[in-house]
């Protein structure tokens, strides 16, 4: 017989991939499950389901290595953070801890590279932790403007190239339409969507194709923007809000341009922005993490549930067919369970 996913345990790979998919994918936390498992009379304790996750992630620990390799050895990434409450051993009450995510998608370009996204989590916001995650890394980072991500820009030689998001200067000035007549940030929002007009035209075509007609339309428009948006500083007070919105975009103007030299890079950071949506979403339900080894297991399992979810698979069959076999697979086959194999060969329903 197949070695069980967890030794001498009594639950199949079935339940145990419900339990950590009812968790990391649908946010249900240990404790209502267990409270939907007595309505159904089965008596299942929390404690025991947390043996099982951290069991599961051990198990799993080298798939998801191989998993953030794959995420690291492309040359294109988008990276970001969230914040994680996350519980201070006895002292009753949570601290902040961050999850940052690193998206790997060349779709947009029409790469045939599986797409990927790994996760990491840290007990702070210290810059030490994107600078260990990315050290081997070399390429573009899409990113915010976190201040953390400066040190891999300035490095000599430089190791990693800047390319800013558009859609955090896009968010600056629709913030300030919910507050009343706001004619200079409307006209700024309608100069930004004539370029993502043209980026929505171009999605999924070769990068020659994409960098043509960026040079050919979106550059006079970057440029006019760039012109317009000096022009309106010199009239609005320096502390309104136009001010400091117009002052966010023109202090990252060159990083945010980087998209018109090059048909691999995109113009704004949303692919990181999508990975950490279910993360948001799960920190309604959750309320905060245990432990920070508990945000650490998080992270591992979200990179494999969301990298199942961009490629196209059902998350609770590809954990359920990765348990039913990682514990016999050698390893240094482990890469056949990435999802994207598993996906080619068939064997998640």
Same mark, same amino acid.
């Given at each position: 017989?197949?070695?069980?996913?967890?030794?001498?345990?009594?639950?199949?790979?079935?339940?145990?991939?419900?339990?950590?998919?009812?968790?990391?994918?649908?946010?249900?936390?240990?404790?209502?499950?267990?409270?939907?498992?007595?309505?159904?009379?089965?008596?299942?304790?929390?404690?025991?389901?947390?043996?099982?996750?951290?069991?599961?992630?051990?198990?799993?620990?080298?798939?998801?290595?191989?998993?953030?390799?794959?995420?690291?050895?492309?040359?294109?990434?988008?990276?970001?953070?969230?914040?994680?409450?996350?519980?201070?051993?006895?002292?009753?009450?949570?601290?902040?801890?961050?999850?940052?995510?690193?998206?790997?998608?060349?779709?947009?370009?029409?790469?045939?590279?599986?797409?990927?996204?790994?996760?990491?989590?840290?007990?702070?916001?210290?810059?030490?932790?994107?600078?260990?995650?990315?050290?081997?890394?070399?390429?573009?980072?899409?990113?915010?403007?976190?201040?953390?991500?400066?040190?891999?820009?300035?490095?000599?030689?430089?190791?990693?190239?800047?390319?800013?998001?558009?859609?955090?200067?896009?968010?600056?000035?629709?913030?300030?339409?919910?507050?009343?007549?706001?004619? %200079? @940030?409307?006209?700024?929002?309608? &100069? !930004? $969507?004539? /370029?993502?007009?043209?980026?929505? +035209?171009?999605? *999924?075509?070769?990068?020659?194709?994409?960098?043509?007609?960026?040079?050919?339309?979106?550059?006079?428009?970057?440029?006019?923007?760039?012109?317009?948006?000096?022009?309106?500083?010199?009239?609005?007070?320096?502390?309104?809000?136009?001010?400091?919105?117009?002052?966010?975009?023109?202090?990252?103007?060159?990083?945010?341009?980087?998209?018109?030299?090059?048909?691999?890079?995109?113009?704004?950071?949303?692919?990181?922005?999508?990975?950490?949506?279910?993360?948001?979403?799960?920190?309604?339900?959750?309320?905060?993490?245990?432990?920070?080894?508990?945000?650490?297991?998080?992270?591992?399992?979200?990179?494999?549930?969301?990298?199942?979810?961009?490629?196209?698979?059902?998350?609770?069959?590809?954990?359920?067919?990765?348990?039913?076999? %990682? @514990?016999?697979?050698?390893?240094? &086959? !482990? $890469?056949? /369970?990435?999802?994207?194999?598993? +996906?080619?060969? *068939?064997?998640?329903?």
């Amino acid at each position: 017989m197949p070695s069980l996913p967890i030794e001498r345990g009594k639950p199949g790979l079935g339940l145990i991939a419900h339990v950590l998919t009812a968790k990391y994918c649908d946010h249900l936390p240990l404790y209502r499950q267990s409270e939907i498992y007595a309505r159904e009379g089965v008596e299942l304790a929390r404690s025991t389901m947390a043996d099982w996750v951290g069991k599961a992630s051990v198990l799993m620990a080298p798939l998801i290595e191989t998993l953030r390799a794959h995420v690291f050895a492309g040359n294109r990434l988008h990276g970001d953070d969230t914040p994680v409450p996350v519980l201070a051993p006895g002292k009753g009450k949570t601290k902040t801890g961050r999850l940052w995510t690193y998206v790997r998608d060349g779709r947009p370009y029409g790469s045939k590279t599986p797409p990927a996204v790994c996760y990491f989590y840290s007990p702070d916001r210290k810059g030490e932790h994107p600078t260990a995650h990315l050290k081997h890394f070399r390429g573009v980072l899409h990113a915010d403007g976190y201040a953390g991500f400066k040190e891999l820009y300035e490095a000599k030689p430089p190791k990693v190239l800047e390319a800013a998001c558009m859609a955090h200067v896009r968010r600056k000035f629709f913030d300030l339409t919910g507050n009343g007549p706001a004619p %200079i @940030a409307g006209e700024a929002l309608q &100069r !930004i $969507g004539a /370029l993502y007009d043209i980026e929505k +035209a171009i999605r *999924g075509t070769p990068p020659d194709e994409r960098l043509k007609l960026r040079q050919t339309k979106s550059k006079p428009m970057f440029e006019a923007l760039c012109h317009w948006l000096k022009a309106r500083l010199a009239e609005v007070s320096g502390k309104s809000g136009t001010a400091e919105a117009i002052r966010y975009a023109l202090n990252r103007w060159q990083a945010l341009g980087r998209f018109l030299e090059d048909g691999t890079i995109e113009i704004d950071n949303n692919a990181a922005e999508r990975s950490i949506r279910p993360i948001a979403l799960g920190r309604k339900n959750w309320l905060f993490a245990g432990s920070d080894k508990g945000g650490e297991r998080a992270a591992g399992i979200l990179s494999l549930i969301e990298t199942a979810k961009l490629n196209g698979l059902d998350p609770e069959a590809y954990l359920r067919d990765v348990l039913n076999r %990682i @514990a016999d697979h050698p390893i240094n &086959r !482990i $890469g056949e /369970l990435l999802p994207w194999n598993v +996906a080619a060969k *068939g064997c998640v329903q």
